[in-house]
């Protein structure tokens, strides 16, 4: 499930090898990060001034709108966290674009934002708790099908970030599916229809006008039955306490990894300081696409 890159495996890479092993279901490793990080003051100051100044879960750039959220417009950190995170946006996706020519062809960039609190105990809700696992469901807005790729970056210069995974999606599905009640909301085609369409290009039109969250409320028959696995891992403490198919993965200061987290499992179980870059890639763009949780969902319906 862990494939690590160092500089020289990662010179070496064929073009389709790692967006391959990514639709296999695989957490891409990299060590060192091989994306040009900020300047260590930077990220220092970041590091120092985010955890009291954060108003959300997180501090995040909207590419749409061009704007930071989580953090007041007269934060002194405001500028250097929309400095930080568009140029790290960008040279992600650069990034993404040449070790994976066919799977990020058509990358959209979404969010990039910066976690500056410790996982461990945050108490957060269940559903929206890092710690407890589980499989992402609608990346800010419906994907409809498309794969949600993210790309994490551990910026604090001592301590691992610790994740834990019980497995990719075709697993869980076939074994807890059914327990979730998945199959009583699988329709023939997990598409949009006419209405759904409209939701979209209207919601998509709130946010350019300066609303960056209104994405957020759009959805698909295929995000919500996502949504509802989601949620069930979230909810249910026999699935959070199964030793089953439970793995854990260190993440040393300054190594990058990138999961595609509509198909993996996964918590953040302690660590502090991390870049997190969300892409959105197409199904259609996928090489393996009969592995991707809408064929899956499609073919069981
Ligand atoms: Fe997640």
Excluded at 6 to 35: H, M, Q, S, W, Y
Excluded at 200 to 221: E, M, Q, R, Y
Excluded at 232 to 255: I, L
Aim: aromatic share 8%; hydrophobic share 40%; proline share 6%.
């Amino acid at each position: 499930m862990l494939e690590v890159y160092d500089t020289e495996r990662l010179a070496a890479a064929a073009p389709d090898e790692i967006g391959d092993a990514l639709e296999r279901g695989n957490i891409i490793k990299f060590v060192p990060c091989p994306i040009e990080l900020a300047a260590d003051e930077a990220l220092e100051k970041l590091r120092t001034e985010l955890p009291r100044q954060l108003k959300r879960k997180n501090v995040s750039y909207h590419p749409e709108a061009d704007r930071v959220t989580g953090l007041d417009d007269d934060s002194p950190v405001a500028d250097l966290a929309h400095e930080v995170l568009s140029t790290h946006r960008d040279r992600v996706t650069e990034f993404l674009r040449k070790v994976m020519p066919t799977l990020a062809s058509n990358i959209r960039a979404g969010t990039s934002s910066f976690r500056p609190l410790e996982e461990q105990g945050r108490n957060l809700k269940p559903h929206a708790s890092n710690e407890l696992v589980h499989i992402d469901a609608g990346a800010y807005g419906a994907t409809n099908g498309d794969r949600i790729l993210r790309f994490f970056v551990n910026v604090n210069p001592a301590v691992d970030r610790v994740w834990a995974s019980k497995g990719d999606f075709p697993t869980l599905f076939e074994v807890y599916g059914r327990e979730a009640g998945l199959y009583d909301h699988l329709t023939p085609t997990l598409e949009r229809g006419l209405t759904g369409k409209f939701r979209t290009s209207f919601l998509n039109g709130l946010a350019k006008v300066g609303l960056p969250l209104a994405t957020v409320l759009d959805s698909s028959p295929y995000d919500r039955v996502m949504r509802r696995f989601h949620n069930y891992m979230k909810d249910t403490p026999a699935f959070q306490q199964s030793p089953e198919g439970h793995q854990e993965f260190r993440f040393e200061p300054f190594s990058a990894w990138m999961v595609f987290t509509d198909m993996v499992s996964h918590a953040s179980l302690s660590g502090q300081h991390a870049l997190i870059y969300t892409g959105i890639i197409r199904l259609e763009d996928c090489r393996l696409p009969e592995l991707a949780p809408f064929n899956i969902l499609r073919a069981a319906a």
